[in-house]
């Protein structure tokens, strides 16, 4: 199970952090990724990270803004958004999968959050 929070409103050129707090002895044994789904779109990949966390993977939307890590001894990734947009207003969801093939689609992933809200006003 995993639980994201840090979601909230801010305005463009603000930063915010997220965190995804996962359950169970094997946390660090899952690839981790961050998708987004804005209203009337599809869910979209944002950035993933390895077990070890020495590997990220980002989208080019966000490359350069975002930096994903992870804190293997407290179960938890995080996803640190820097000049935030108005188009990167959007539900976050975190999720977990066994490899680090295909990290960039919502295939494969087992265990995803419930979510946080993400609203950046201009």
């Known amino acids: 199970q995993v639980v994201e929070s840090g979601g909230g409103l801010v305005q463009a050129g603000d930063s915010m952090k997220l965190s995804c707090a996962a359950s169970?002895?094997?946390?660090?044994?899952?690839?981790m990724g961050w998708f987004r789904q804005a209203p009337g779109k599809e869910r979209e990949f944002v950035a993933a990270?390895?077990?070890?966390?020495?590997?990220?993977y980002y989208a080019d939307s966000v490359k350069g803004r975002f930096a994903i890590s992870r804190d293997n001894t407290k179960n938890t990734v995080y996803l640190q958004m820097n000049s935030l947009k108005p188009e990167d207003t959007a539900d976050y969801y975190c999720?977990?999968?066994?490899?680090?093939?295909?990290?960039?689609?919502?295939?494969?992933?087992?265990?995803w959050g419930q979510g946080t809200q993400v609203t950046i006003s201009s």
């Open positions: 999720a977990a999968r066994n490899t680090i093939v295909g990290v960039t689609t919502t295939e494969g992933y087992a265990h």
């Open positions: 169970g002895r094997t946390f660090s044994t899952y690839t």
């Open positions: 990270i390895s077990r070890t966390g020495i590997s990220t």
